[in-house]
């Protein structure tokens, strides 16, 4: 089963809107990342929160995390067409060794 | 520095001929991961190598998959007699030396289609 499980697995929204995405995982982490793929493309990453950390912005993402609740959530504000992608949380396991992600959030923005 | 760099981009097969899927890691970079990715579905974690051995192939199918990370050269999966279910985008990636924030970079994939 996956270590991480992302809702909604679609979101469609008007462009200028906010998109508010969340991440459940099962097992303790160290950090937590959220990355995006383009469809057909590689993912990228967009940024990393530390266990140790509740939240953390970087220009229009804003990320949180809840370790009691085991979750993450991404927040994407005044949203753009551009923004239209598929959007994964990934942890590593305990061992460090192995990066799993979650089904992903498929999101359109529409203009 | 270029990025993970993946070849073929897209990989065309008949039932039970073999694919041979190539990653060159970013420079620098000791770690090398394969996951595949059908449509719709997010990334499953096969392979996590480094160069000459393998760390953890507890994702990797049991028979006709196999991975390798050599000294010199890039990280190949190859995938043996291939069927229809092996369609999918098999992306590599790479990282520096682990440590608790490490992120992963990814190639543009490899879509290999089963004909």
């Known amino acids: 089963s996956q270590q991480g499980e992302e809702d909604p697995q679609a979101l469609s929204i008007q462009e200028g809107e906010n998109a508010t995405m969340n991440c459940s995982y099962k097992?303790?982490?160290?950090?937590l990342q959220w990355y995006r793929q383009n469809s057909g493309r590689g993912l990228v990453h967009l940024i990393l929160i530390r266990s140790n950390e509740r939240e953390k912005h970087s220009g229009r993402l804003r990320v949180t995390l809840d370790t009691s609740k085991k979750s993450s959530s991404l927040l994407i504000t005044a949203s753009r067409a551009a923004d239209t992608a598929s959007y994964f949380c990934?942890?590593?396991?305990?061992?460090?060794?192995?990066?799993?992600f979650g089904g992903g959030t498929r999101l359109m923005v529409k203009p | 520095n270029a990025g993970v760099m993946q070849n073929p981009r897209h990989l065309v097969r008949r039932r039970g001929q073999e694919a041979r899927l190539r990653c060159s890691p970013m420079k620098g970079h000791s770690h090398v991961y394969w996951y595949r990715q059908l449509p719709e579905e997010g990334l499953k974690f096969m392979v996590y190598?480094?160069?000459?051995?393998?760390?953890?192939e507890s994702g990797m199918p049991k028979e006709r998959f196999s991975a390798e990370f050599p000294k010199e050269g890039p990280s190949i999966l190859r995938i043996q007699q291939v069927v229809r279910g092996d369609s999918a985008a098999y992306f590599c990636?790479?990282?520096?030396?682990?440590?608790?924030?490490?992120?992963?970079?990814f190639g543009q994939g490899t879509r290999l289609t089963v004909v």
């Open positions: 990636a790479s990282s520096p030396v682990l440590t608790g924030d490490t992120e992963a970079f």
């Open positions: 097992t303790s982490i160290n950090n």
């Open positions: 990934a942890t590593f396991n305990n061992a460090g060794n192995m990066l799993t």
């Open positions: 190598l480094q160069k000459e051995n393998i760390i953890d």
